[in-house]
């Protein structure tokens, strides 16, 4: 088993920039591909990036020469940086591991928007 936590996910302006970290562990010696996927509201879940245990890297077009995915050699640790980003590049940001089977991060929201913020404020709910 595999499992797989994911962050650096947030809100920020456009053109601005993003790093997404994923830290695996258990059973990390048989992953042989990590990847980002990422869904919009209303669509599908989609590969944005890729990386090999021999470095090859691929990306989806949208994102090409913005995105760069990179990882450890340990393999259990892998990066998502992101530039110039866009609004259209709002989505749930998931890592993905490639081993014996698919091990998915639980997500992270990535906003990307423009205007003018507040400071923000904690919610917190418990029981």
């Known amino acids: 088993q595999v499992q797989l936590v994911e962050s650096g996910g947030g809100l920020v302006q456009p053109g601005g920039s993003l790093r997404l970290t994923c830290v695996a562990s258990?059973?990390?010696?048989?992953?042989?591909?990590m990847a980002w996927y990422r869904q919009a509201p209303g669509k599908q879940r989609e590969l944005v990036a890729l990386?090999?245990?021999?470095?090859?890297?691929n990306y989806a077009d949208s994102v090409k020469g913005r995105f760069a995915i990179s990882r450890n050699s340990a393999r259990n640790r892998w990066y998502l940086q992101m530039n110039t980003l866009k609004p259209e590049d709002t989505a749930v940001y998931y890592c993905?591991?490639?081993?014996?089977?698919?091990?998915?991060?639980?997500?992270?929201?990535?906003?990307?928007?423009?205007?003018?913020w507040g400071q923000g404020t904690q919610v917190t709910v418990s029981s």
């Open positions: 993905n591991a490639l081993g014996n089977r698919d091990y998915w991060s639980q997500g992270t929201q990535v906003t990307v928007a423009s205007g003018d």
């Open positions: 258990g059973s990390t010696a048989g992953i042989y591909g």
């Open positions: 990386i090999r245990i021999d470095s090859s890297t």
